[in-house]
Structures are given as C-alpha cells and as structure tokens.
C-alpha cells in the first residue's frame, strides 16, 4: 500500500458526459501528479500540481482540468467524454516535487470506461 | 527532448532464469533514473532507482546501474521467481523549473515460468 488513494476505482459512462477523479496524497507529500494509462500511448504524464499550484502539463487535453485543494487532495476533472478517453489514470505523489530525485508513489488507479 | 527507450516485450523465462530488460535514455539535464513494476490489477511500485551515473540501485534481488556513458539503466535479477511476474517500466526524471515529472518506456510485460 502507497499511501496514496484513489476514488471511484472503476467509473463506465457515455459519451459526452463529465467525470471526476478524486485523489488523496500521502500524508506530508506536497506534489500531485496525473498520468494516464492506454493501451496505444502507454503511461502519459498529464499535469502536476504542488502545495495547490499547477507547477507542469503534459499531454493533457483541453477537455481536462484538475486541481488540488488546501487539504492537498486532488480532483481530475474529464468533460466531454470520448471512447478515446478510456483508460486507467493515476495519480502520484512526492514529498516534494521540485528535485529530479524525489520518489514518486502511485495510487491504484481509476479505471474509466466510455461507452 | 526527454525520453525513454525500453526493450521490447512480452518476455518468458523460465524460474531461476537470469533476467535482463534494457532501458536506454535520452536527457537534457541530469536525470534520475527509475524501474517501476505493476502487478496484475494493482498500480506502479518503485522497485528501485538511481540519482547519479554510476550509481547502483537495488531492491528484492533486481538491480540496475546507471551507465551516463551508455546512457542505459538496463534492470537484471539473477534468478527470477514466478511471483516476479509483472510489467516492468523503465522511467525518468529531469528537473526543470520546479516540475519533476516521470518520462516512461513502454513497459516489459515478464512471465515467470514454474
């Protein structure tokens, strides 16, 4: 167990609808990070907040946001949901997240289906 | 750009076979380097990581170095188990203006055979 949780574990929904992830860091980790998981792309980098600011994006889309809250907890939000779109997202936390060094822990994953 | 080259899969192996799995990179700053393993239905866990060349990391019997000549982090174990069975990622890390973000390889899925 990383510390790290993540909620639904598995979420189906249709096209065109919206979504949100939800993610608790480990306890005094300030970084949060998003990756998505496919078959075609493999493990992608999303967005990375820390101590509630956006610090990095990756490859994310217009149709995601996400954010981190006073409490460090972090929500991804996916609107306007295409079939592309399934996939597993993670979320990560670190300590830090200002130096190449630190670890990162991964949460369990959400598993989103799109219909 | 920052990238991560890793060795094709699925790999098999029979138990107390010796295992190798490349991973190559290429960095614009200095990275630091790590092997994270997935389990069936489970998330990524850090098996083991690198900060600086020539450095060696290890955990459970896996290890790998980090060769800044070869620019190559390649993951052995000498004798694998059939609970090794899982896919591996090679994956990278280069500071830049407070953002640390991880680059992944493609992953190698390994099957342990009894």
């Known amino acids: 167990d990383s510390g790290v949780t993540q909620t639904p574990k598995h979420l189906i929904t249709a096209t065109g609808q919206r979504v949100t992830l939800r993610c608790s860091p480990r306890?005094?980790?300030?970084?949060v990070y998003w990756y998505q998981q496919s078959l075609d792309q493999g493990l992608q980098f999303l967005i990375q907040?820390?101590?509630?600011?956006?610090?990095a994006k990756g490859n994310i889309l217009e149709r995601f946001s996400a954010q981190q809250f006073p409490d460090l907890h972090s929500e991804l939000n996916l609107s306007s949901l295409e079939l592309g779109d399934s996939a597993l997202y993670f979320c990560?936390?670190?300590?830090?997240?200002?130096?190449?060094?630190?670890?990162?822990?991964f949460g369990p994953g959400t598993r989103l289906t799109v219909l | 750009g920052d990238s991560v080259t890793q060795m094709e899969g699925p790999v098999t192996l029979s138990e107390e076979a010796f295992l190798t799995i490349n991973c190559t990179y290429t960095?614009?700053?200095?990275?630091?380097l790590f092997w994270y393993v997935q389990y069936p239905g489970e998330g990524l866990q850090l098996l083991l990581k690198?900060?600086?060349?020539?450095d060696k990391g290890s955990n459970k019997g896996f290890e790998a170095t980090y060769r800044k000549e070869t620019t190559s982090f390649h993951l052995e174990k000498g004798s694998v188990q059939v609970s090794d069975s899982a896919v591996y990622f090679c994956?990278?890390?280069?500071?830049?203006?407070?953002?640390?973000?991880?680059?992944f390889g493609t992953g190698t899925r390994l099957t342990v055979i009894p």
């Open positions: 690198a900060t600086k060349a020539d």
């Open positions: 907040y820390y101590n509630g600011e956006e610090r």
């Open positions: 306890s005094g980790d300030l970084s």
């Open positions: 990560a936390s670190s300590p830090h997240g200002t130096a190449s060094t630190d670890t990162q822990y």
């Open positions: 960095a614009t700053g200095y990275p630091s």
């Open positions: 994956a990278l890390s280069v500071a830049q203006t407070g953002a640390n973000n991880l680059f």
